[in-house]
Protein backbone atom coordinates (compact mmCIF):
# COMPACT_ATOMS: atom_id res chain seq x y z
CA UNK A 1 0.00 0.00 0.00
CA UNK A 2 1.79 3.28 -1.29
CA UNK A 3 1.87 5.85 1.87
CA UNK A 4 3.00 9.67 1.27
CA UNK A 5 4.58 11.60 4.07
CA UNK A 6 5.03 15.56 4.17
CA UNK A 7 7.84 16.83 5.90
CA UNK A 8 9.55 19.98 6.68
CA UNK A 9 9.44 22.94 8.93
CA UNK A 10 6.36 24.17 10.68
CA UNK A 11 7.40 27.79 10.65
CA UNK A 12 8.50 29.94 7.60
CA UNK A 13 9.48 33.83 7.98
CA UNK A 14 7.79 36.12 6.29
CA UNK A 15 9.57 37.22 2.61
CA UNK A 16 11.04 33.68 3.20
CA UNK A 17 10.90 30.16 0.95
CA UNK A 18 8.87 27.69 1.91
CA UNK A 19 9.99 24.38 1.45
CA UNK A 20 8.86 21.06 1.85
CA UNK A 21 9.52 17.32 0.66
CA UNK A 22 6.84 14.04 -0.01
CA UNK A 23 7.90 10.82 0.54
CA UNK A 24 6.87 7.45 -1.31
CA UNK A 25 6.41 4.38 0.63
CA UNK A 26 4.97 0.85 0.00
CA UNK A 27 5.66 1.54 -3.18
CA UNK A 28 7.53 2.80 -6.12
CA UNK A 29 6.99 6.29 -7.30
CA UNK A 30 6.86 5.11 -10.79
CA UNK A 31 3.27 3.46 -9.72
CA UNK A 32 2.07 7.23 -10.73
CA UNK A 33 3.58 9.29 -13.68
CA UNK A 34 1.89 12.24 -12.17
CA UNK A 35 2.19 14.06 -8.68
CA UNK A 36 1.21 16.78 -7.20
CA UNK A 37 0.71 19.59 -4.16
CA UNK A 38 -2.78 21.06 -2.36
CA UNK A 39 -2.86 23.30 0.50
CA UNK A 40 -5.86 24.04 2.52
CA UNK A 41 -5.69 27.91 4.50
CA UNK A 42 -7.41 27.17 8.01
CA UNK A 43 -11.28 26.95 7.65
CA UNK A 44 -10.68 27.32 3.66
CA UNK A 45 -11.09 25.21 0.50
CA UNK A 46 -8.73 23.32 -0.95
CA UNK A 47 -6.03 25.22 -3.18
CA UNK A 48 -3.95 22.91 -6.18
CA UNK A 49 -0.57 24.19 -6.25
CA UNK A 50 0.73 22.22 -8.96
CA UNK A 51 2.05 19.14 -10.41
CA UNK A 52 5.22 17.44 -11.58
CA UNK A 53 5.48 14.50 -14.43
CA UNK A 54 8.02 12.06 -13.65
CA UNK A 55 9.62 13.21 -17.35
CA UNK A 56 10.38 15.96 -16.29
CA UNK A 57 7.46 18.50 -16.57
CA UNK A 58 5.64 20.96 -14.72
CA UNK A 59 2.54 22.84 -14.47
CA UNK A 60 1.74 25.30 -11.89
CA UNK A 61 -1.48 27.13 -10.37
CA UNK A 62 -1.07 30.50 -12.60
CA UNK A 63 -1.85 32.52 -9.03
CA UNK A 64 1.51 30.81 -7.43
CA UNK A 65 3.69 29.95 -10.87
CA UNK A 66 6.05 32.96 -10.39
CA UNK A 67 7.07 32.03 -6.73
CA UNK A 68 6.77 27.57 -7.02
CA UNK A 69 8.74 25.11 -7.91
CA UNK A 70 8.35 21.31 -7.65
CA UNK A 71 11.24 18.97 -7.99
CA UNK A 72 11.58 15.26 -7.98
CA UNK A 73 14.34 12.80 -7.19
CA UNK A 74 13.22 9.04 -8.45
CA UNK A 75 16.01 7.57 -6.44
CA UNK A 76 14.70 8.69 -3.04
CA UNK A 77 11.39 8.45 -4.40
CA UNK A 78 10.62 11.78 -3.07
CA UNK A 79 9.42 15.07 -4.48
CA UNK A 80 9.20 18.62 -3.26
CA UNK A 81 7.66 21.96 -3.18
CA UNK A 82 9.41 25.07 -2.65
CA UNK A 83 7.38 28.17 -2.78
CA UNK A 84 9.61 31.89 -2.24
CA UNK A 85 8.58 35.20 -1.19
CA UNK A 86 5.76 33.61 1.62
CA UNK A 87 3.52 35.65 3.64
CA UNK A 88 0.55 35.49 5.96
CA UNK A 89 -1.59 34.37 3.54
CA UNK A 90 0.62 30.91 2.66
CA UNK A 91 -0.35 29.95 6.02
CA UNK A 92 -1.68 26.24 5.21
CA UNK A 93 -2.02 22.80 5.61
CA UNK A 94 0.11 21.40 2.93
CA UNK A 95 -0.56 18.15 1.41
CA UNK A 96 1.17 16.05 -1.55
CA UNK A 97 -1.26 13.75 -3.78
CA UNK A 98 -0.90 10.67 -6.09
CA UNK A 99 -2.87 10.93 -9.22
CA UNK A 100 -5.20 8.49 -10.66
CA UNK A 101 -6.55 9.53 -14.05
CA UNK A 102 -8.20 13.13 -12.67
CA UNK A 103 -8.16 12.45 -9.66
CA UNK A 104 -5.66 12.08 -6.27
CA UNK A 105 -6.28 8.94 -5.19
CA UNK A 106 -3.71 9.11 -1.87
CA UNK A 107 -2.83 11.86 0.04
CA UNK A 108 -0.45 12.48 2.77
CA UNK A 109 -2.05 13.39 6.27
CA UNK A 110 -0.61 17.04 5.66
CA UNK A 111 1.61 19.60 6.91
CA UNK A 112 0.89 22.71 9.18
CA UNK A 113 3.17 25.42 7.57
CA UNK A 114 2.62 28.99 9.33
CA UNK A 115 4.10 31.88 8.03
CA UNK A 116 5.12 34.29 10.67
CA UNK A 117 7.94 36.59 12.18
CA UNK B 1 -8.43 30.26 -12.80
CA UNK B 2 -11.84 30.73 -10.43
CA UNK B 3 -13.04 28.42 -8.25
CA UNK B 4 -16.02 25.93 -9.24
CA UNK B 5 -18.86 26.32 -7.58
CA UNK B 6 -20.63 24.46 -5.42
CA UNK B 7 -23.85 25.27 -2.82
CA UNK B 8 -22.20 25.96 0.64
CA UNK B 9 -24.39 22.93 2.42
CA UNK B 10 -27.02 20.40 2.05
CA UNK B 11 -28.67 18.02 4.59
CA UNK B 12 -30.81 15.78 4.70
CA UNK B 13 -32.16 12.45 7.35
CA UNK B 14 -30.76 9.22 7.19
CA UNK B 15 -31.69 7.11 4.05
CA UNK B 16 -32.69 10.12 1.67
CA UNK B 17 -30.75 11.20 -1.28
CA UNK B 18 -28.60 14.26 -1.16
CA UNK B 19 -26.95 15.74 -4.74
CA UNK B 20 -24.40 18.29 -4.77
CA UNK B 21 -23.92 20.80 -7.74
CA UNK B 22 -20.37 21.72 -9.35
CA UNK B 23 -20.56 24.42 -11.99
CA UNK B 24 -17.91 25.01 -13.94
CA UNK B 25 -16.72 26.25 -17.50
CA UNK B 26 -16.18 24.74 -20.80
CA UNK B 27 -12.53 25.28 -20.23
CA UNK B 28 -12.65 23.03 -17.15
CA UNK B 29 -15.78 20.44 -15.87
CA UNK B 30 -17.10 20.97 -20.05
CA UNK B 31 -13.89 20.23 -21.25
CA UNK B 32 -12.97 16.65 -20.08
CA UNK B 33 -14.29 13.61 -17.93
CA UNK B 34 -11.98 14.52 -15.68
CA UNK B 35 -14.53 15.71 -12.45
CA UNK B 36 -13.44 14.49 -9.23
CA UNK B 37 -14.99 14.18 -5.75
CA UNK B 38 -13.45 14.27 -2.61
CA UNK B 39 -14.75 13.93 1.41
CA UNK B 40 -13.11 15.48 3.79
CA UNK B 41 -14.25 14.72 7.85
CA UNK B 42 -12.95 17.50 10.02
CA UNK B 43 -9.25 17.62 10.95
CA UNK B 44 -8.47 14.65 8.37
CA UNK B 45 -7.23 14.52 5.02
CA UNK B 46 -9.46 14.62 1.56
CA UNK B 47 -10.58 10.92 0.31
CA UNK B 48 -10.87 10.37 -3.12
CA UNK B 49 -14.65 9.10 -3.39
CA UNK B 50 -15.12 9.67 -7.27
CA UNK B 51 -12.61 10.36 -10.31
CA UNK B 52 -13.31 10.90 -13.81
CA UNK B 53 -17.08 11.61 -13.20
CA UNK B 54 -18.67 8.12 -12.43
CA UNK B 55 -15.56 6.19 -11.25
CA UNK B 56 -15.73 4.80 -7.63
CA UNK B 57 -12.06 3.69 -6.30
CA UNK B 58 -12.53 0.42 -4.61
CA UNK B 59 -13.81 0.56 -1.27
CA UNK B 60 -16.05 3.67 -1.79
CA UNK B 61 -19.73 2.48 -1.46
CA UNK B 62 -21.96 2.21 -4.12
CA UNK B 63 -24.41 5.11 -2.34
CA UNK B 64 -22.02 7.57 -3.83
CA UNK B 65 -22.16 8.55 -7.24
CA UNK B 66 -20.80 10.90 -10.03
CA UNK B 67 -22.90 12.48 -13.45
CA UNK B 68 -22.44 15.13 -15.46
CA UNK B 69 -24.19 17.39 -18.08
CA UNK B 70 -22.50 20.26 -19.89
CA UNK B 71 -20.54 23.06 -17.28
CA UNK B 72 -22.07 20.87 -14.30
CA UNK B 73 -21.27 17.73 -12.18
CA UNK B 74 -22.83 16.51 -9.58
CA UNK B 75 -22.65 13.86 -6.51
CA UNK B 76 -24.76 12.38 -5.27
CA UNK B 77 -25.40 10.59 -2.10
CA UNK B 78 -27.86 7.63 -1.74
CA UNK B 79 -29.28 6.38 1.76
CA UNK B 80 -27.84 9.10 3.39
CA UNK B 81 -25.87 7.56 6.69
CA UNK B 82 -24.40 9.75 9.90
CA UNK B 83 -21.23 8.88 8.74
CA UNK B 84 -21.11 10.90 5.71
CA UNK B 85 -21.30 14.24 7.65
CA UNK B 86 -17.91 15.53 6.12
CA UNK B 87 -16.77 18.41 3.71
CA UNK B 88 -16.60 17.69 0.12
CA UNK B 89 -15.36 18.90 -3.41
CA UNK B 90 -15.05 18.79 -5.84
CA UNK B 91 -11.83 19.20 -8.79
CA UNK B 92 -11.64 19.22 -12.26
CA UNK B 93 -8.59 19.63 -14.93
CA UNK B 94 -8.71 22.34 -17.36
CA UNK B 95 -8.00 22.79 -20.87
CA UNK B 96 -4.46 24.80 -19.65
CA UNK B 97 -3.13 22.00 -18.03
CA UNK B 98 -3.85 22.45 -14.36
CA UNK B 99 -6.55 21.50 -11.76
CA UNK B 100 -8.95 23.47 -9.80
CA UNK B 101 -11.46 22.60 -6.71
CA UNK B 102 -14.86 23.80 -5.85
CA UNK B 103 -15.31 26.20 -3.22
CA UNK B 104 -16.04 23.02 -0.66
CA UNK B 105 -20.01 21.99 0.50
CA UNK B 106 -20.79 21.02 3.91
CA UNK B 107 -23.20 17.80 4.13
CA UNK B 108 -25.46 17.82 7.51
CA UNK B 109 -27.00 14.81 8.38
CA UNK B 110 -30.48 15.57 10.51
Known amino acids: QVLLQESGPGLVTPSGTLSLTCTVSGGSISISNWWSWVRQSPGKGLEWIGQ???????DYNPSLKSRVTISVDKSKSQFSLNLNSVTAADTAIYYCAKHRGFGFDIWGQGTMVTVSS | QSALTQPPSVSGSPGQSVTISCTGT?????????VSWYQQPPGTAPKLIIF???NRPSGVPDRFSGSKSGNTASLTISGLQAEDEADYYC??????????FGTGTKVTVV
Open chain 2, 26 to 34: SSDVGSYNS
Open chain 2, 52 to 54: DVS
Open chain 1, 52 to 58: IYLGGSN
Open chain 2, 91 to 100: SSYTSSNTYV
